[in-house]
């Protein structure tokens, strides 16, 4: 069984950053699809970015394009999500989640076809 840990969760300022970074417990393999997510509570859970491995391409959701950056460190079988310019929106608890197929595209549209979720780390942005 495939095995999601994310870490990097914390509380910051707002204008702050953080670093989250996910393990996967073994190779996914490509094509695949990995990606970070975010919920706050009383609400549904929401895309955040998503990261092909088939060709490394990327995608964001409005909301974070620009302040956040997806990355994969295919030799540590990580992903991480690079987070700048944090704003008390981000709050949220952060899930990582690998899918077995090529990404969409539409990040919006990701989580329905995941296979494998992280427990999630907290984000706290204060103003």
């Known amino acids: 069984q495939v095995q999601l840990t994310e870490s990097g969760g914390g509380s910051v300022h707002a204008g702050g950053s953080l670093t989250l970074s996910c393990t996967v417990s073994?190779?996914?393999?490509?094509?695949?699809?990995m990606a970070w997510f975010r919920q706050v509570p009383g609400k549904e859970r929401e895309g955040v970015a998503t990261?092909?491995?088939?060709?490394?391409?990327?995608a964001y959701a409005h909301s974070v394009k620009g302040r956040f950056t997806i990355s994969r460190e295919s030799a540590e079988n990580t992903l991480n999500l690079q987070m700048n310019s944090l704003k008390p929106d981000d709050t949220a608890t952060y899930y990582c989640?690998?899918?077995?197929?090529?990404?969409?595209?539409?990040?919006?549209?990701?989580?329905?076809?995941?296979?494998?979720w992280g427990e999630g780390t907290l984000v706290t942005i204060s103003s």
């Open positions: 989640a690998v899918d077995k197929e090529y990404c969409s595209g539409r990040v919006e549209e990701e989580e329905r076809w995941m296979d494998y």
């Open positions: 073994e190779d996914i393999g490509s094509p695949s699809c």
């Open positions: 990261y092909d491995t088939s060709d490394d391409s990327t």
